[in-house]
């Protein structure tokens, strides 16, 4: 069983960074990947990226590529999701997610999640 705890959610504006941390426990080895998705209200869960987490190899949805940036601290078990040039459009709960299928997109590939973090960026 893997525990995820997201935080470093805030009420930041436009042109604003923020980073979101995700602390994972869990036996090694117990998860292949570590995703970030956020949800809006009204809208379904939409990806925003992934990392695999013993390389290292990050992914990241359109929308996003080029503003955050995924890393993690192998030592603290931690993802980071650094957030720059926040737009509105970004506000939406974020969560952090570990799939032990493999790198993906989708929601259904992965089996844990946290219970989110609020990112609210007013105009």
């Known amino acids: 069983q893997v525990q995820l705890v997201e935080s470093g959610g805030g009420l930041v504006q436009t042109g604003d960074s923020l980073r979101l941390s995700c602390a994972a426990s869990?036996?090694?080895?117990?998860?292949?990947?570590l995703g970030w998705f956020r949800q809006a209200p009204g809208k379904e869960r939409e990806f925003v990226g992934t990392i695999r987490w013993s390389f290292g190899t990050t992914y990241y949805a359109d929308s996003v590529r080029g503003r955050f940036t995924i890393s993690r601290d192998n030592a603290k078990n931690t993802v980071y999701l650094q957030m720059d040039s926040l737009k509105p459009e970004d506000t939406a709960v974020y969560y952090c997610?570990?799939?032990?299928?493999?790198?993906?997109?989708?929601?259904?590939?992965?089996?844990?999640w946290g219970q989110g973090t609020q990112v609210t960026v007013s105009s």
């Open positions: 869990g036996r090694a080895g117990s998860y292949y990947a």
């Open positions: 997610a570990a799939s032990s299928l493999g790198v993906s997109m989708r929601r259904i590939d992965y089996a844990y």
